[in-house]
């Protein structure tokens, strides 16, 4: 049995991007994961193909689940990788989504899958999403970091170059083989508090969603993820205001993130014309048809 599974084949892809997030190490405050579901669910994404477990998946590390489909029928999930296409009209070009399980094994064999499948798709660029911790505080603007595999996208990206070095994940790998195989590759990356390592953290799931945007060039309506945000950053506050130990520990981070944003220059920072162009774009996406 083949590893990768079509299960349809998607005609009529117009210039697709190929994005990817994967569950585990490389997704801090489920941000990554939570962001390519959100834009899935936003998009309409139909599911095409999966990738079988049986070669990539440790099933002591990653347990399959047991579930009752009727109440009495016993059913088998096993971890797995889902792909999906996101037909997207109003927008330049559609997606393919990638998401599931990081495999525990044979991760070059995977991202050579992954790279078989964005060319046979005729996939223009790949797009890794991850999360890492760091220490950074929950009231201010998620930092995002990115890598790109040439000078365009660098300057496209219009973010820090992250300076990363040490043990990495899937979403490393996936990009620097992307890379070796010549396919235009980019890679986002949200920065998470460490002290709410634990909750779910739709804030940075939104400022990926936002800068993911940009990049591909198609808008969603995150008024909803906007709103689980906002939610998350008081409920955070509300906890932090409740020991004064991490009170005072939020209050330094929040002044060397002050101390940093003042060192910007203001040619570093978007023209009131940009992001007047980025929001009637997304007016034309969502707009009706004519």
Same mark, same amino acid.
């Not at 347990?63 to 037909?87: C, H, K, Y």
């Not at 992954?114 to 009231?139: F, K, N, R």
């Not at 996208?153 to 070796?180: F, R």
């Not at 939610?231 to 506050?237: F, H, L, P």
């Given at each position: 049995?083949?590893?990768?599974?079509?299960?349809?084949?998607?005609?009529?892809?117009?210039?697709?991007?190929?994005?990817?997030?994967?569950?585990?190490?490389?997704?801090?405050?489920?941000?990554?994961?939570?962001?390519?579901?959100?834009?899935?669910?936003?998009?309409?994404?139909?599911?095409?193909?999966?990738?079988?477990?049986?070669?990539?998946?440790?099933?002591?590390?990653?347990?399959?689940?047991?579930? !009752?489909?009727?109440?009495?029928?016993?059913?088998?999930?096993?971890?797995?990788?889902?792909?999906?296409?996101?037909?997207?009209?109003?927008?330049?070009?559609?997606?393919?989504?990638?998401?599931?399980?990081?495999?525990?094994?044979?991760?070059?064999?995977?991202?050579? +899958?992954?790279?078989?499948?964005?060319?046979? %798709?005729?996939?223009?660029?790949?797009?890794?999403?991850?999360?890492?911790?760091?220490?950074?505080? $929950?009231?201010?603007?998620?930092?995002?970091?990115?890598?790109?595999?040439?000078?365009? +996208?660098?300057?496209? %990206?219009?973010?820090?170059?992250?300076?990363?070095?040490?043990?990495?994940?899937?979403?490393?790998? !996936? $990009?620097?083989?992307?890379?070796?195989?010549?396919?235009?590759?980019?890679?986002?990356?949200?920065?998470?508090? $460490?002290?709410?390592?634990?909750?779910?953290?739709?804030?940075?799931?939104?400022?990926?969603?936002?800068?993911?945007?940009?990049?591909?060039?198609? =808008?969603?309506?995150?008024?909803?993820?906007?709103?689980?945000? =906002?939610?998350?950053?008081?409920?955070?506050? %509300?906890?932090?205001? =409740?020991?004064?130990?991490?009170?005072?520990?939020?209050?330094?981070?929040?002044?060397?993130?002050?101390?940093?944003?003042?060192?910007?220059?203001?040619?570093?920072?978007? =023209?009131?014309?940009?992001?007047?162009?980025?929001?009637?774009?997304? %007016?034309?996406?969502?707009?009706?048809?004519?």
């Amino acid at each position: 049995m083949q590893p990768l599974q079509w299960e349809s084949r998607p005609d009529g892809l117009r210039a697709p991007a190929v994005i990817c997030a994967f569950t585990g190490w490389n997704d801090a405050g489920d941000a990554a994961s939570a962001a390519l579901s959100f834009i899935g669910a936003s998009l309409g994404a139909e599911r095409f193909a999966q990738i079988d477990p049986e070669e990539f998946y440790d099933f002591q590390a990653a347990r399959p689940q047991i579930r !009752l489909t009727d109440g009495r029928t016993r059913e088998i999930t096993w971890p797995a990788v889902e792909v999906f296409a996101a037909r997207v009209p109003r927008a330049p070009r559609d997606l393919i989504l990638v998401q599931g399980v990081e495999p525990s094994m044979r991760w070059r064999t995977f991202c050579g +899958l992954i790279i078989d499948l964005a060319e046979a %798709l005729g996939t223009q660029l790949v797009v890794s999403l991850g999360a890492l911790l760091a220490d950074v505080p $929950h009231s201010r603007p998620v930092a995002i970091t990115g890598l790109a595999s040439d000078d365009g +996208l660098v300057s496209k %990206l219009g973010l820090p170059q992250a300076s990363y070095e040490g043990p990495t994940g899937i979403v490393g790998v !996936l $990009h620097a083989a992307c890379a070796d195989a010549g396919l235009p590759s980019a890679s986002l990356w949200a920065s998470v508090p $460490h002290y709410v390592a634990a909750a779910p953290n739709p804030k940075a799931a939104l400022a990926i969603v936002r800068k993911l945007e940009g990049l591909v060039g198609v =808008s969603v309506d995150a008024s909803e993820l906007e709103s689980a945000a =906002s939610d998350y950053e008081r409920q955070v506050s %509300l906890a932090v205001q =409740s020991d004064p130990d991490v009170q005072a520990f939020v209050e330094r981070l929040e002044q060397a993130a002050e101390e940093e944003s003042d060192s910007v220059r203001p040619g570093d920072l978007p =023209s009131g014309d940009v992001i007047a162009r980025e929001f009637q774009r997304f %007016l034309r996406q969502q707009g009706p048809e004519r």
